[in-house]
């Protein structure tokens, strides 16, 4: 689709690159609208604060600090509804802000928020996707939200968050890469240490903030194995 980067309000964006962001975007939205059973991580993944896993090694995804305009760095693809991103001051991780993710109404359609893509990542040594999360007491019947992410080979890997929007304390979600099983396009079923988008998913009715989106090497869990890590294709 031309100027895909005009649809998405990324005016200043190449539009060449924005036609690729588009691509892997309308793949996203052409997955079955129920993906399966609702697929969350083996292990535990929601710390208090106080409890947050160490980690020796980090790669930013995003921290929300550069920039005056959310939808120059991040995106709605032209077929999510409802969602309403800004910077919040009060709500943060640290530094001057986080991101507030809300949306207008409940619906049952698959709506997305992705980081319009960095040059690519590379992730050697990082066993888990990190970051702080704000949930603001939404009962878990109201939402869902899934992240996930495109790796080396252009796979799509996503992850459900169970229960991610109840409660209203700050905590941090760190989900081991070996934790993400659903492959939304897949290429040799294994996980690529690379990042080449990131993005989340969410239906229903939603509001939660984050900040300080990390590949992280944990040294208190197994080093992340790619080989071995083979997909749960969708249906």
């Known amino acids: 689709?031309?100027?895909?980067?005009?649809?998405?309000?990324?005016?200043?964006?190449?539009?060449?690159?924005?036609?690729?962001?588009?691509?892997?975007?309308?793949?996203?939205?052409?997955?079955p609208?129920?993906?399966g059973p609702f697929d969350g991580p083996r292990h535990p993944f929601r710390f208090a604060l106080s409890e947050a896993p160490k980690f020796d090694k980090a790669v930013l995804v995003e921290d929300?600090?550069?920039?005056?305009?959310?939808?120059?760095?991040w995106y709605q693809p032209y077929w999510s509804t409802g969602i309403v991103?800004?910077?919040d001051s009060q709500h943060k991780s640290?530094?001057?802000?986080?991101?507030?993710?809300?949306?207008?109404?409940?619906?049952?359609?698959?709506?997305?928020?992705?980081?319009?893509?960095?040059?690519?990542?590379?992730?050697?040594?990082c066993n888990a996707l990190r970051l702080w999360f704000k949930p603001y007491g939404l009962k878990d019947s109201e939402g869902t939200v899934s992240?996930?992410?495109?790796?080396?080979?252009?796979?799509?890997?996503?992850?459900?968050?169970p229960e991610v929007l109840s409660g209203t304390e700050p905590c941090v979600i760190q989900v081991r890469l070996a934790d993400f099983r659903r492959v939304l396009r897949r290429n040799n079923g294994r996980i690529d240490l690379e990042n080449r988008?990131?993005?989340?998913?969410m239906t229903g009715t939603y509001k939660f903030t984050v900040d300080d989106i990390l590949f992280v090497h944990d040294p208190a869990i197994p080093d992340f194995e790619s080989a071995s890590a083979f997909a749960v294709p969708t249906k």
């Open 64 to 73: 929300f600090e550069s920039g005056t305009d959310i939808f120059k760095t």
């Open 1 to 31: 689709m031309r100027n895909f980067a005009h649809t998405l309000k990324l005016a200043d964006a190449d539009h060449a690159q924005a036609d690729k962001v588009g691509a892997d975007l309308t793949v996203l939205a052409k997955v």
């Open 197 to 201: 988008d990131f993005c989340f998913w």
């Open 94 to 125: 640290g530094g001057n802000r986080g991101l507030t993710i809300a949306n207008t109404g409940p619906t049952t359609k698959r709506s997305s928020m992705a980081k319009f893509p960095r040059p690519h990542q590379d992730l050697s040594g």
């Open 85 to 87: 991103a800004t910077f």
């Open 33 to 35: 609208k129920d993906p």
């Open 147 to 161: 992240m996930g992410f495109i790796d080396g080979s252009e796979e799509i890997w996503q992850v459900d968050l």
